[in-house]
Nanobody, 127 residues
């Protein structure tokens, strides 16, 4: 069993930065896909950034150039550095982990490919 625990959310003004963390316990077998999602009320959970066990990165157009996904394998931790934040980035952010390979790119399919989910951390951006 893998547990994912997000942290680092909070409230900042537009233009600010936050770094989210997702600590994984229990170990995730390779190959895998680790993903940051976000969700606002009434909308589907959307993938914003993904990284696979080979280190390949993929971003949604809405965050490319502002967000950076990374992982520290020694610490079993996934990160999302968020810069130049906008009010429309306000959401609950979740990390997910999926087993296997060949699907680790942002798109609607990703939320159906996750095997494990965290409980989320809230990010609020004020204008």
């Amino acid at each position: 069993q893998v547990d994912l625990v997000e942290s680092g959310g909070g409230s900042v003004q537009a233009g600010g930065s936050l770094r989210l963390s997702c600590a994984a316990s229990g170990g995730i077998s390779r190959p895998y896909c680790m993903v940051w999602f976000r969700q606002t009320p009434g909308k589907e959970r959307e993938a914003v950034a993904a990284i696979d066990s080979d280190g390949s990165l993929n971003y949604d157009n809405s965050v490319r150039g502002r967000f950076t996904i990374s992982q520290n394998n020694a610490k079993n931790t996934l990160y999302l550095q968020m810069n130049s934040l906008k009010p429309e980035d306000t959401a609950m952010y979740y990390c997910g982990a999926g087993l296997g390979a060949g699907y680790c790119y942002t798109g609607d399919h990703l939320r159906h490919n996750m095997d494990y989910w965290g409980k989320g951390t809230l990010v609020t951006i004020s204008s």
